[in-house]
């Protein structure tokens, strides 16, 4: 199933990705996305948390469909991508908070925060301080994107955390799963944590 990654990748890089942990808060437009492309590139070990359900409005930029409606997007994703790819994703429908954060992101080898609230994305950046634990940030703005590492991140104002009609383009959402998915590749490989900061309209990937 995983002829091409492996030839590209290198066997013993593919076992490596197959028993790596990786948690995933968020299973909107880049969460959702992320771990789909994860497990088809061969990740193994992967839990998302998400308490919200699939609205209408998700479907041109979330891997869901209208019958999938009214459903909690975790359990929907762990559905899909088991019949698949025969992969048991661990969906957990709940909130995020400072309070449950080490029991539901103890145990991971990195957590990538992809929330779309900034209570949310504190609490995520807060506990894997602490912890120690490797974090990687995505998110999106406009016609910018951007992958983080904990240490540099910061967490956006709340102000546009309550504004669900926003813009947002398909092609940029792929774009920094593209790259969240290699920086995340390259870390399990080699340890390196490198940040990006993505524009859609010049096609422009820096380095942060």
Known sequence: MFDHERDYRTPELMGRLQDF?????????????????LARSGFGRLRVIDRDRVEERNLSTQPYYKTDIGAYKAKILANSLYRALGVAIEAKRVEL???????????????????????ARQA??????GANLPCLHAGLAGDYGEVIWNESYRVPSAVNDDVCDYPLARNLV????????????QFVATQAQRSYTVTLNDFAVKPF
């Open 21 to 37: 942990p990786v948690t995933i808060c968020g299973a909107g437009a880049l969460g959702a996305n992320l771990a789909e492309n």
């Open 97 to 119: 908070t400072l309070d449950n954060s080490p029991k539901l992101l103890s145990q991971s080898g990195l957590v990538v925060d992809t929330f779309d609230n900034s209570t």
């Open 124 to 129: 995520v950046k807060d506990y894997c301080l």
């Open 174 to 185: 792929f774009l920094v799963v593209a790259i969240a998915s290699e920086v995340i590749v």
